[in-house]
């Protein structure tokens, strides 16, 4: 439009001029030749357009959308035609619900859901939906599929270790309904579970019992293998003292009786050592 206004007061500026140049008003004629190099300057930016990044473009002429989509930067464009621009930059779109669990109860979920637009389906975004496909499209199937999912879940898995769960899943069903209309889906965490109060203490008591007695099992097969372990060292322990029990007989005991008495007396100490004590002649310290 602004390229069809600029033509009409370029054309009005030049036969304006003309007539003043054939009367002879000079001076005045200065403004006209201003307002059509004004108008000629406008006209022709209208054959461009600035596409900012993170942006594409799509051209809508007189009702017929074009196939293509104009990337970042400076685009040659008819300038009659009209131009769209979708952000394909990753969106979030946050939500407070109320959902169901398996049990029937309301939880409360506080959950986002980052999102962006394919550049190539931008033209069949604008076509088949408009501009404001996220409230069309994304935010009506984003909470049916929240509501239909959780209502799979008891409300414990909901407040315990089936959230990251509960999370991919959203975004696998999410997924199959709008990536074929052109929407990426990225991620969808859980930013907050509230269940019903008393719920929350029971699911919590629970959870410290399940802890107890994680523990008391810990502390029980801690002590079976002390138990065991003692009784390994029992059990060498008196194997030990069996070997060395048969292996003592009396021949060495006198063998050993005979090497002390030797190295008693080869002692440089002070000492006394009373010699023949029983029948084998053995210091009296060695055979009382």
Known sequence: MLF????????????????????GRYQESRFSLGALALGI????????????????????????VSEKTLKAGVNFVNPLANVIKFSIKTQEIKELMNVPSKEGLTVQLEISLLYSLDPE?????????????????????????????????EAKALYTDSRELLATEIRNELEKLVTPRGIRIEASPLRQIVLPSGLTAAIEEKLKAEQESQRMQFVLK????????????????????????????????????????????????????????GKSGLPVILNP
């Open 4 to 23: 069809v206004i600029s033509l009409l007061i370029a054309a009005a500026s030049f036969f304006v001029y003309q007539s003043m140049r054939k009367t």
């Open 41 to 64: 300057v406008i006209a022709f930016s209208q054959l461009f357009t600035v596409i900012p990044a993170g942006t594409v473009g799509v051209v809508d002429f007189l009702g017929n």
């Open 121 to 153: 389906n931008a033209s069949k975004i604008y076509r088949t939906v408009g501009e404001n496909y996220t409230n069309i499209i994304l935010i009506p199937q984003f909470r049916s599929v929240v509501r239909a999912i959780t209502a799979k879940y």
């Open 222 to 277: 801690r002590e079976e293998q002390e138990a065991e372990r003692k009784r390994i060292e029992a059990k060498g322990i008196a194997d030990f003292q069996d070997i060395v029990s048969r292996g003592i007989s009396d021949q060495l005991l006198k063998w050993k009786g005979i090497e002390a008495t030797e190295n008693l007396s080869k002692s440089q100490n002070s000492k006394i050592i009373i010699i023949g004590s």
